[in-house]
């Protein structure tokens, strides 16, 4: 979506209110991109599924932005919030242990071994008895 405008606010309901909406704007934000390419300030005050393509603009806001920006700089608003970008929570994962040191020294020994084991005796020289 091309603009020319030059001061920008996203406010309202801007494709949904939540990273899983399944209204249009949510299910194209990977192929939706705002063009902003005059804009000198961008506000963001709502959940804005999509880019922002701003590169003279200063961005401000309290919303939420699920997508990429690209602007000139980003601040807190007036009153101290913050845009939010993109955010997805952490999911905790088991840890999954690491092998010991010693066992992985162990283990490569033990194949070293085993392949010396395994080469030939050489050949002995042509015209040598035996």
Known sequence: INSSATQVSFGGQ??????????????SRDRLVFNL?????????????GSV??????????????????????????????????????????????PDAGALLMAGLGALAFLSRRRRPPRPPLGASG
Do not use: C, M, R
């Not at 801007?14 to 299910?27: E, F, I, K, M, Y």
């Not at 390419?37 to 599924?49: K, P």
């Not at 701003?54 to 807190?76: F, Q």
């Open 37 to 49: 390419s005059q804009a000198s300030s961008v506000s963001v005050n709502s959940f804005l599924n």
């Open 53 to 98: 393509l701003a590169p003279n603009a200063a961005v401000t806001g309290s919303g939420h932005l699920e997508g990429t920006l690209i602007a000139n700089s980003l601040a807190p608003s007036a009153n101290g919030s913050k845009l939010e970008l993109g955010y997805e929570p952490f999911v905790t994962l088991s840890p999954v242990p690491e």
């Open 14 to 27: 801007l494709g949904g209110d939540q990273v899983n909406s399944t209204d249009a704007l949510a299910l």
